[in-house]
């Protein structure tokens, strides 16, 4: 039998090997209660890992450099995606926030949903359940 290579194994091999993370229960516990970030990407990764929680709505956000999966951990939203943020300003390197979505699709979601927003798609939370917990992979 042959083994074949993939590209993934052949990437793998020719870079480094990112470390393993772990977060255990403590820590994935007191970030989700302030809302934190787990893994900050910064030692070269592409992607980001945030515990992330609200309390009440959040303004429109377009990430210009980031894809967004979303799992809901507990709670509910009233979540906006698409159309057009409106009075946008850019609040960091590739991050923009606005007042509000013009046109967009709005969708209820709740523990155990996934979605994905990708990259320069406007998104608002808007109504949300006191706590809203959810983790958010953050890929670039």
């Known amino acids: 039998r042959t083994r074949r290579t993939t590209a993934a194994s052949r ?3 020719a870079d480094p090997l990112a470390p393993v ?6 820590k994935v516990d007191a970030a ?10 910064s ?10 929680r609200r309390e009440k709505p959040g303004q429109a956000e377009i990430h210009t ?3 967004d999966v979303i799992y809901v951990l507990d709670g509910k939203a009233t979540f906006v995606t698409g159309g057009e943020a409106v009075e946008t300003k850019e609040i ?3 991050e923009l926030r606005g007042s509000s979505i013009r046109n967009g699709e709005t969708r209820q979601i709740a523990k155990g949903d996934v979605i994905v927003v990708p990259t320069c798609v406007p998104h608002q939370f808007l109504e949300v ?10 890929v670039r």
């Not at 993370?21 to 403590?26: N, V």
């Not at 359940?129 to 953050?138: I, Q």
């Open 11 to 13: 990437t793998a091999a």
């Open 21 to 26: 993370s772990y977060f255990d229960k403590g």
């Open 32 to 41: 989700f209660a302030k809302g934190a970030v787990l893994l900050d990407g």
């Open 43 to 52: 030692d070269g990764r592409n992607y980001m890992v945030h515990a992330s």
């Open 65 to 67: 450099k980031d894809t």
């Open 92 to 94: 960091a390197a590739n």
């Open 129 to 138: 359940t006191d706590p809203f917990l959810y983790y958010v992979v953050k």
